[in-house]
């Protein structure tokens, strides 16, 4: 985890929280190589999916403690990921915002990818075309009602 200046284009969220140029969030990122290895043993997609939700989970309180106890709690209006997962996120409280800089998710998704191919058993042409480059935001506001 790590603060951010966004640096995309003004995003209105579900709860009326408003993400401009220059706003803080805290950027928040899995530890892919960490969780490839935890659950490299799971051969069913649907399972490991499932696991790596509730860890993704389980660790929301503790996000949002991080943030009340920040030194610049005040300032920081929300969290952001970038990934390729396309489900999920939603049952978390995130809000999948796709990128409108072309040139941005290319980038983003060319540095994802090998993560992607280590961690499905079955890849297909398909599968890479579907899964796009998006960021998962959610503002402090419901971060704290969802998970304090």
């Not at 999916?49 to 860890?55: E, L, M, N, S």
């Not at 390729?84 to 990818?113: D, H, R, V």
Request: glycine share 4%.
């Amino acid at each position: 985890m790590r603060l951010t200046k966004y640096k995309g284009n003004d995003i209105q969220l579900s709860d009326g929280a408003i993400i401009r140029k220059n706003d803080l969030l805290l950027k928040i990122h899995l530890h892919n190589v960490r969780l490839l290895n935890d659950f490299n043993y799971m051969t069913n997609e649907l399972l490991k999916g499932r696991a790596i939700y509730k860890r993704v989970k389980d660790s929301m309180p503790l996000l949002t403690a991080f943030i009340l106890n920040h030194p610049e709690e005040t300032k920081i209006k929300g969290v952001i990921g970038i990934t390729l997962i396309n489900k999920g996120f939603s049952a978390l409280g995130f809000e999948c915002i796709p990128p409108k800089n072309k040139l941005y998710c290319w980038f983003k998704k060319t540095f994802q990818l090998p993560i992607y191919f280590l961690s499905y058993s079955k890849i297909s042409a398909a599968n890479i075309k579907k899964h796009r480059t998006v960021y998962l935001l959610m503002s402090k506001e419901n971060l704290i009602n969802k998970y304090k």
